[in-house]
């Protein structure tokens, strides 16, 4: 069960479309013969060879292995064919879009709920349930100026007891 | 040309920004469509080949009284309609039997269109093979020598090789391997009036089996449809649309500085070309004593016109 092929003339392949071109002429008797079982292995048997040049050179390419198998990284296409469409001109930039780029202004990035706790070592919401903003609610022991060092400094301004009773 | 719509709402325009040009093209969609005339065959056939293209295929099953060689302004409304890049059109009569036309199309209009008369068929439903999952990529072989060399085979080559591949992907899993469709023709006579050798499509289904080696033995079953097609008519592209079709994105490579290298050591070196210094216009340090005297100048003249004399006199004996 050999999976090597001799050839007269190298084959030229696209990996990009996973084609091969075959330029050694084809034994015309054989082709143009009545007998259709004759034409059809020659058909076969010629098609085989090449078609497993074409496979060796395929799993040839570099590999990554994942959980749904083995995929092949397949290069870019070759053999020119035109397209459907004419290419895309390129849209002028936005005001926006030239301002922050000169700016220097990337979009933001969503940072999402979850944070890293040091002190559990895990990954808590940020704030709703269970939540790290109330932790000092549910603590059964809060230090004495704990919570103001959580604070902003306007919330201290608006929550001591001489700016609650200005307002009172 | 249709008349341009204004999306109302986000569905339409999600539909419209869908069809706009983009930089790196999906699958063509080819459109099946039949004539005023047809014949079971034909029709088969048609049938057979939408079934190698799904899902990027249109079935219609109406009659069109189209002729494609002549009109095109149908084909090119049936194109920006279904947004479709190619068309495959069935016709029947006593002067073309079984005659297919695939057409493929550049920004709506017609760019080349090539004529196949089905000599031979035998449908996907005689052989009894696993039919292939629609939308899997085929491989593709070209055999012969002509598919190089010849204008018209270089059409078909690159008008099958625009059908049949389906989308481009850059990852494919080794288990899609699964078919492959071999085109074969003989080789074409330089007599003109000889007829084209006829084109062979064959769809064969793959099977890797165990090997002593670590690349795996091929074994392939035909799984239909079989088809030998004749050339007819073919009307090439235009040039100047097929170089407008033909042109590639300009990449993102990094563009290297021309006249900056990195030495051995690491340095960054760097060329700077200047044009050549008349050196006639410099300024320099005048030396007053270096200065030539008019009778200095008178000596050099007499000198250089003794020098003339000489070389008269050479001349002579010579």
Do not use: C
């Not at chain 2, 049936?78 to 079984?98: I, Q, Y």
């Not at chain 2, 939308?135 to 070209?142: A, E, I, Q, S, V």
């Not at chain 2, 099958?160 to 989308?167: I, M, P």
């Not at chain 2, 850059?170 to 003989?186: F, W």
């Amino acid at each position: 069960m050999s999976t090597s092929v001799e050839k007269a003339i190298p084959l030229e392949f696209d990996l990009g479309n996973m084609s091969a071109f075959d330029v050694t002429p084809l034994d015309q008797t054989k082709l143009n013969s009545q007998n259709s079982r004759e034409k059809e292995d020659y058909l076969a048997s010629m098609a085989r060879d090449n078609t497993q040049l074409l496979v060796n050179k395929m799993l040839a390419l570099p590999k990554e292995r994942t959980q749904d198998g083995v995929l092949l990284a397949l290069p870019e296409t070759t053999t020119p064919t035109p397209r459907a469409k004419h290419l895309p001109k390129p849209k002028p930039e936005t005001k926006w879009a030239r301002f922050a780029r000169l700016k220097g202004i990337a979009p933001k990035k969503r940072e999402g709920k979850l944070v890293f706790d040091e002190a559990s070592g895990e990954w808590v919401p940020k704030w709703g349930y269970k939540g790290k903003n109330k932790e000092l609610d549910t603590q059964w022991i809060v230090e004495d100026g704990e919570r103001e060092k959580k604070m902003t400094s306007k919330q201290v301004r608006h929550s001591s007891r001489d700016a609650k009773r200005t307002r009172r | 040309m249709l008349r341009q719509v204004k999306p109302k709402n986000a569905r339409t325009k999600r539909v419209m920004d869908k069809r706009e040009p983009k930089l790196l093209e999906g699958a063509k969609i080819a459109l099946f469509l039949r004539g005023n005339a047809t014949s079971q065959l034909v029709v088969d056939v048609l049938h057979d080949l939408h079934s190698l293209k799904k899902p990027f295929a249109v079935n219609f099953q109406k009659k069109n009284s189209l002729l494609p060689f002549e009109d095109s302004s149908s084909l090119e409304f049936f194109s920006e309609k279904n947004d479709a890049g190619l068309a495959v059109f069935a016709t029947h009569n006593k002067k073309r039997p079984h005659n297919l036309a695939w057409i493929r199309f550049f920004d709506y209009h017609v760019l080349d269109m090539i004529e196949l008369g089905v000599v031979d068929y035998k449908p996907i439903s005689s052989f009894h093979t696993v039919p292939i999952v629609p939308g899997t990529k085929p491989m593709m072989l070209f055999q012969g020598p002509s598919f190089d060399s010849h204008p018209v085979f270089r059409h078909v080559k690159s008008l099958f090789l625009d059908f049949f591949r389906g989308e481009p992907i850059q990852k494919l899993d080794s288990a899609g391997l699964s078919h492959v469709i071999v085109v074969s023709a003989g080789e074409a006579s330089d007599d003109e009036t000889q007829p084209l050798p006829k084109v062979n499509f064959r769809v064969y289904s793959t099977k890797l089996l165990k090997s002593k080696t670590n690349l795996p033995r091929l074994e392939l079953e035909e799984m239909g449809p079989r088809l030998d097609f004749s050339i007819r008519r073919v009307q090439p592209a235009q040039a100047d649309v097929l170089k407008e079709a033909l042109k590639k994105p300009k990449t993102q490579e990094p563009k290297t500085k021309k006249n900056v290298d990195v030495d051995v050591v690491g340095n960054k070196v760097g060329r700077i070309h200047v044009d050549q210094q008349d050196l006639s216009d410099m300024q320099t340090r005048k030396m007053k004593g270096l200065k030539r005297s008019a009778a200095e100048v008178e000596e050099e003249e007499d000198e250089s016109e003794g020098e003339d004399e000489d070389e008269d006199v050479v001349s002579d004996v010579e």
